[in-house]
């Protein structure tokens, strides 16, 4: 009995880790250099942010911050995205393959 509680106790952590990763189109490791991030992007990063402001329904004037990156091992366009009236920035995640967001947060509420 004890044994099982334990690969459950073990097992959740693993799952919620799981449960954050990304899905994408280009598989990529933080020991690349940016060339070679660059080389394998088939998104161009003003299309990404576009892409980005859009789906905050943000105005194109609006401060961003952040580019190509890579994340949970993909390879992402990851912007900051500053939006009037609020005081922290959402983060939005667009797939440097297919141009297709990945994951939007908005801040955490106070």
């Given at each position: 009995?004890?044994?099982?509680?334990?690969?459950?106790?073990?097992?959740?952590?693993?799952?919620?880790?799981?449960?954050?990763?990304?899905?994408?189109?280009?598989?990529?490791?933080?020991?690349?250099?940016?060339?070679?991030?660059?080389?394998?992007?088939?998104?161009?990063?003003?299309?990404?942010?576009?892409?980005?402001?859009?789906?905050?329904?943000?105005?194109q004037a609006?401060?961003?911050?952040?580019?190509l990156g890579?994340?949970?091992?993909?390879?992402?366009?990851?912007?900051?995205?500053?939006?009037?009236?609020?005081?922290?920035?959402?983060?939005?995640?667009?797939?440097?393959?297919?141009?297709?967001?990945?994951?939007?947060?908005?801040?955490?509420?106070?």
């Open positions: 009995m004890k044994s099982i509680a334990w690969a459950i106790a073990l097992a959740l952590p693993l799952a919620a880790a799981a449960a954050d990763s990304l899905e994408c189109s280009i598989k990529a490791s933080k020991r690349m250099s940016p060339a070679e991030l660059t080389g394998l992007a088939k998104v161009k990063e003003v299309d990404a942010r576009k892409t980005a402001l859009a789906s905050l329904k943000a105005p609006a401060n961003t911050y952040g580019g890579v994340e949970d091992g993909c390879l992402v366009y990851a912007f900051d995205i500053k939006m009037p009236g609020k005081r922290d920035p959402d983060e939005v995640i667009v797939d440097a393959g297919t141009g297709e967001i990945l994951k939007r947060k908005a801040p955490a509420a106070k």
